[in-house]
């Protein structure tokens, strides 16, 4: 790693202002498991790091009652892994922090870093997704919000200015008779990205799907919603051929490429296999 | 050589499990490695690489580095007179002189104060390149008009297969084609081929190919030089072979031997991938710019772009058979690729393709090719899995065409001692057929019919196998065995223990001795000290190491009895040692205890000659070792996902020496085949650079991915062994990837022949096959 | 861009250090302090050989900065137990015959102890887990398991 200065900020205004004064290739550093490497193998070399770990703000988890959920961007993939308000009305994205890198890794990334640092195959954001949340961004002119599916412009890439940070998560509560999966590809079982990541929820009314939402990891240069799939389900009773149909309209939203991952066509083969699986155990827990 | 040793009682020794030494300071984190060492003045090194993997070099300014405080020194080729255009291996190629020809080859080096600092000076150091046309296929590389590798006029570099000492009687023709990169050819040939497949009922024609891997050792690459005022160069190495290690820095940098000590630090893992030089030059050249201590230790994105893996081998294979199961043809072409620099053990593919199995007539031609990519080295039986892949994948599909049983199916065909292997040398005593036997007694074996049946939920089941095995490594070697003045004895050897062999050659010499192993002590000395010896590899440290132990220990203790007699006036043939005591055999209160010859052969005054035995054989006969694996999978044919729900391993090693060191030999080498077999790959793209530069996208098995291992040791005493042993390193690492294979088809009916054999290879040829 | 002092609690007792900002836990502990039982074999967090506990969570120490560790209580290998006095994973993997050349160990032990401090009993599909992000290159993990599992049935406290 090459020298840097490093800031220690102890609240979210005093980030802001360092953050402010620091020079623009400065860079925040919430649990260092994407932020590390890249310093390291010399892809970012930034005169001055801000440190969050500090901010005791960004790790609190709220679940207000009926209110949704906030989650801190400094949560650990473990803490969402393990919370059981999170397990209770958000299972998948409890899943997908479970499926982050090994024990080792997942007890410091974050899920802000993981957003914020906006890899394709950010396991974390498929079921922000799908649960709508939103970002809650903060910077010198003040907080604003964000939805999710905005937040990704590119490949690491994302709308936050140089001078703003990720605060929180805000992600509404999908209520009682919604059902949510995570699944991803790897080829091994732990420590391993994501070939392709799926999260669907499905919320259920009189029988019928009153809303789906389906997003996909690492088929896009952001993640991305598949919302003919979602629309096909919509107003309809959810049968096994109905969640078939999806699974092949999903593959249509994947733009996904070929690298030492995965070829293109594993790619848009494993969205159908894993959409399809996604929405049969979303509908049995929207169900149940 | 197997001598039985005649003591009253058993002593503590061969065949018990025993922990070894090392065990708690390994557990608590007190073992030391080179990159723990951190003496005063210590400087850090870092190396800056070219990006291209073939490139002129048009220019190189340092000045700016030179410049940065901190920096103590910053060296380019152009600093180091040894140098030569022609480098014959990786170690010579210390820094590049005006051509690169693989991506992460050092371009110039650096010593600093600091980590950080001396990477800065990386970044400020100023290459001019010429991007060149780059050979990135072995098929491409090996045809004429491709862009050349070596600069012309290059040896190639049998060193390799020599130190494995494996294969005899092969002639293998250094360049003679047009094609400027096919850098070794070798062929192998018996009967008339042509008519033999005429008269074939079944023909079959496959191409295997299995990509460059990594050997994965945990601890990179590391070394810590200081020279001292009289010029004496010290090197702290992470080595298999320290002897080696002096010999190659030697050469390189035009130093007589005996100014290099090597002092072999507890080595994090070789596989093969620590026996040649590779970093020990240029730090050493940078301690002497420097006048300081200088410690390098690559990073592991190094180890993966720039350590010495293993080659690919692509191996076109057609073999013809009668409807009644007789072999008759076998013809292959094996294409080894090297890297950039030549290496390869060409000979070994050639000689398991067309010897495991009786082929009456054969034609193995074999290609050693160069391409811009990092050389490679050995790992663990080199190119042995890769050969037992294509030729036990073929073996199953023969038998499975003619609806035999493949296990009756190999055993009717596999060559037993005596025969003629393809290079004309008899197959000597092995356990090949044993081996076999115990696995296809195994009840996952006789129940795969069960397991297939079993399958549900839209999953897939199979079971598969696999026999390979390793010839055996030869290396003259050395030990000497002391009596110390308390009657506690002291072994030392140079060989250094990567596998957990000191504990063997412990048990080795306590039997010999005739003592308890408490009562031993192993040390592998440094270069200055210790008696020459040869490479941890090749699965020969028990087999020859062994013998130099058991002789030194034998010749020992004949020098104790003939003290004792004299003492105890009585004939040697009477005497007998018993605990800590020489008596004479059947009147136990005559005797001597060993404390008091060691004593005297160490007091002032004294006429008694101190007991040293030694001994340093040469050794002319091999080993051959098998292994069988077997395994019971069950694979997720939408997403190829493969799931392992047992794993056997069945070994011949001769005679355990200590069957829990034996087991975790067997245990890692099968993973490490699986890892082959299912996982692991080097990816390049078309301009030869690695796409997969970190351990997160090179992946190794993790104990999620895997069962237990189930470990089966069959004992066929090696006529020349010590005490019967057998080498037992490498043969696990052989017969997993067809095993894996084999069950694969079994389960899915698709036959793959590309490793790894990962989910998207099998879900897409599940996908297209239905 | 001076060093900077760090303070924290190391195997139970207080430590101050002065630190480089861009050293990393595991820099300032092998380099600084001279903590060698945490090794490096990725940098990257890859390969969990690194493995200390800060505040009793396994963590990769290659992956955060020494001054992330300020306030808070890292236990490294040494702090587990000692020649002699044995942690009971330690003295397992010992009769066991796991470490060959020991370069994972630690790693693998510090993950083993925070899992059997988070869940005493495991599962063997839970000790799979818990090491997973322990890459062993020698052993094939079979031992591993066994002598984890035994550890894991081992009276608490108890020093061999
Ligand atoms: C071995 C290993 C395995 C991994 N496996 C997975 C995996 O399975 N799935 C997966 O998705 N990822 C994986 N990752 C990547 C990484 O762990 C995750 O993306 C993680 O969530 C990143 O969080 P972090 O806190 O470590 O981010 P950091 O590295 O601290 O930061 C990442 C980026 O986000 C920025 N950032 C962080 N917080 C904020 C904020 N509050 N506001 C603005 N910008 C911010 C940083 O400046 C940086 O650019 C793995 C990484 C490693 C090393
Ligand atoms: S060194 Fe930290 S995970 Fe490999
Ligand atoms: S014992 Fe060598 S890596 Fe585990």
């Known amino acids: ?288 | 050589m197997s001598t039985v040793m005649k003591t009253t009682r058993d002593v503590k020794g061969i065949g018990l499990s025993i922990p070894r030494p090392d065990g708690p300071d390994k557990v608590t984190g007190q073992v030391q490695y080179v990159a723990d060492l951190n003496p005063r003045g210590l400087l850090h090194a870092k190396l800056l690489r070219s990006p291209h993997a073939h490139a002129k070099i048009v220019r190189i300014d340092v000045s700016r580095a030179r410049a940065l405080p901190g920096v103590r020194a910053v060296l380019t080729a152009a600093d180091i007179p040894v140098l030569k255009k022609k480098a014959p291996t990786r170690a010579h190629a210390v820094l590049a002189i005006d051509r690169v020809v693989f991506a992460g080859q050092p371009v110039a080096a650096v010593a600093a104060d600091e980590p950080a600092i001396a990477e800065e000076a990386l970044d400020l150091i100023d290459v001019q390149y010429e991007v060149l046309p780059v050979a990135a296929d072995p098929l491409e590389s090996m045809k004429p008009g491709a862009p050349p590798v070596a600069e012309l006029g290059t040896e190639a570099d049998t060193s390799e297969a020599q130190a494995h000492g494996s294969v005899a009687g092969v002639t293998t023709e250094v360049k003679s084609s047009k094609a400027v990169n096919i850098s070794q050819q070798a062929r192998l040939q018996r009967g008339d081929v042509a008519k033999a497949f005429a008269e074939s009922d079944v023909v079959i024609e496959n191409t295997y190919r299995v990509p460059m891997v990594h050997q994965g050792y945990l601890e990179p690459h590391a070394v810590l030089a200081q020279w001292d005022t009289a010029g004496n160069l010290t090197l702290w190495a992470s080595t298999q072979g320290s002897f080696n290690t002096r010999s190659e820095v030697a050469d390189v940098l035009e130093l007589p031997e005996n100014r290099i000590k090597v002092i072999p630090m507890e080595c994090g893992g070789g596989f093969g991938g620590k026996i040649r030089a590779l970093c020990e030059p240029i730090t050493a050249v940078l301690a002497r710019a420097t006048n300081r201590p200088v410690r390098y230790v690559m990073t592991r994105r190094e180890e993966l772009e720039a350590g010495m893996p293993a080659p690919q081998v692509i191996i076109k294979l057609k073999t013809g058979v009668k409807r009644d199961g007789t072999l008759m043809a076998l013809e292959a072409e094996a294409i080894l690729e090297s890297g950039a620099f030549s290496g390869a053990v060409l000979a070994v593919a050639g000689v398991f393709l067309a010897s495991l199995y009786l082929w009456p007539h054969f034609d193995v031609k074999g290609f050693e090719v160069l391409t811009h990519k990092p050389s490679i080295a050995a790992y663990r039986a080199p190119v042995a899995p890769q050969t037992i892949f294509a030729i036990d994948s073929q073996m199953e599909q023969i038998a499975r065409k003619l609806g035999v049983d493949p296990v009756e199916f190999r055993l009717r065909h596999l060559q037993r001692e005596g025969d003629k292997m393809a290079n004309n040398q008899p197959w000597l005593s092995n356990g090949g057929v044993e081996v076999l036997t115990r696995l296809a007694e195994h009840p996952f074996w006789k129940k795969r019919a069960e397991w297939k049946a079993s399958a549900k939920d839209g999953k897939l089941r199979g079971t598969g196998l696999s026999l390979g095995g390793w010839l055996g490594g030869l290396q003259p070697t050395g030990a000497t065995v002391r009596l110390n003045p308390d009657g506690t004895l002291q072994v030392l050897t140079g060989q250094v223990d990567i596998a957990g062999t000191n504990i063997a050659l412990a048990q080795i010499a306590a039997t010999a001795y005739g003592v308890d192993i408490d009562k031993v002590k192993i040390t592998t000395g440094d270069t200055d000290v210790a008696p020459l010896t040869g490479l941890s590899a090749g699965s020969k440290t028990t087999y020859t190491v062994g013998v130099a132990v058991m002789q030194a220990a034998q010749n020992a203790r004949n020098q104790t009895l003939e003290i004792a007699a004299k003492e105890l006036e009585a004939s040697v043939h009477d005497l007998e040692i018993d605990g800590d005591r020489v008596v004479v055999r059947g009147v136990p209160d005559k005797g001597v205890t060993l404390a008091s010859i060691g004593k005297k052969g160490n007091l002032y005054m004294s006429k008694v000659e101190p007991v040293l035995g030694a001994s340093h054989p040469a050794f002319s006969v091999q080993a051959p070792a098998f292994c069988g694996q077997l395994a019971r999978i069950e694979v997720d044919p939408d997403t190829g996902e493969v799931t392992l729900h047992n794993f056997v391993v069945v070994q011949d090693v001769g005679k355990a020496i200590n069957p829990a060191q034996i087991e975790g030999q067997m245990q890692g080498g099968a993973v490490q085949s699986l890892g082959m077999a299912l996982t692991e790959a080097l990816m390049y793209d078309d301009k030869a650079r690695l796409t997969n530069p970190s351990l997160l996208d090179y992946r190794k098995l993790t104990a999620a991915d895997l069962p237990n291992i189930e470990t089966i040791i069959v004992e066929k005493p090696a006529p020349h062994g010590p005490f019967g042993a057998r080498g037992v390193g490498e043969p696990p690492i052989v017969p997993a990837p067809a095993a894996i294979a084999n069950a694969i088809e079994d389960a899915t009916g698709v036959r793959l022949t590309h490793l790894p054999l990962s989910p998207e290879r099998i879900a897409l040829a599940i996908a297209s096959a239905s | 861009m001076a060093k900077q002092v760090l303070n924290f609690t190391v195997n139970d007792e207080p430590a101050e250090v002065l630190v480089q900002p861009w050293d990393t836990l595991l820099d300032a502990l092998r380099e600084r302090m001279g903590l060698t039982g945490p090794k490096e074999g990725c940098g990257t967090g890859d390969c969990g050989a690194c493995t200390v506990h800060v505040d009793e969570k396994p963590v990769a120490s290659c992956l955060l900065l020494a001054m992330q560790a300020r306030g808070h209580s890292v236990r490294t290998i040494e702090g587990l137990g000692k020649p002699g006095a044995l942690h009971p994973l330690q003295d397992a993997f010992v009769r066991h015959g796991v470490p060959q050349c020991g370069f994972c160990i630690p790693g693998v032990i510090m993950a083993a102890a925070a899992l059997l401090a988070e869940n005493p009993h495991p599962t063997e599909e839970e000790i799979r887990y818990g090491i997973a992000g322990n890459l062993c290159r020698c052993t094939g993990y079979t031992k591993m398991l066994a002598a984890i599992t035994e550890a894991a049935g081992a009276p608490v406290g108890r020093r061999s």
């Open chain 1, 1 to 288: 790693m090459r020298r840097f200065e490093l800031v220690l900020p102890g609240s979210l205004d005093e980030c802001v202002k360092a953050l402010a004064q620091a020079p623009a290739d400065s860079k925040l550093l919430a649990g260092g498991t994407d932020l590390l490497p890249q310093l390291k193998n010399g892809l970012l070399k930034p005169a001055c790091v801000i440190d969050l770990s500090g901010i005791p703000r960004l790790r609190s988890i709220e679940a207000g009652n009926g209110q949704g959920l906030r989650v801190g961007s400094a949560v650990t993939a473990r803490t969402l892994e393990l919370d059981r308000a999170v397990r209770a009305n958000y299972l998948s994205l409890a899943e997908s922090g479970a499926l982050v890198g090994s024990v080792q890794v997942r007890n410091l990334a974050t899920l802000g870093g993981n957003i914020c640092n906006a890899a394709p195959s950010a396991d974390m954001a498929p079921p922000l997704l799908a649960l709508d949340a939103e970002a809650v961004i903060t910077g010198p002119k003040g907080e604003r919000r964000v939805p999710i599916a905005a937040f990704f412009t590119g490949v690491r890439r994302t709308v936050l200015a140089p001078d703003e940070l990720l605060v929180e998560l805000a992600i509404p509560n999908p209520g009682s008779h919604s059902g949510g999966s995570y699944l991803r590809h790897t080829p091994r079982r732990e420590l391993d990205i994501a070939v392709v990541g799926v999260a669907s929820q499905l919320t259920l009314a009189n029988g019928r799907c009153a809303k789906a939402r389906i997003a996909l990891a690492a088929v896009a240069p952001v993640p991305v919603r598949a919302t003919a799939a979602e629309q096909a389900l919509e107003g309809q009773a959810v049968t096994p051929d109905l969640i078939k149909r999806a699974a092949d309209l999903a593959v249509e939203a994947a733009r996904p490429i070929s690298d030492q991952r995965g070829s293109a066509d594993f790619r848009r083969h494993l969205v159908r296999v894993l959409t399809r699986r996604t929405l049969t155990t979303a509908l049995a827990r929207a169900g149940a």
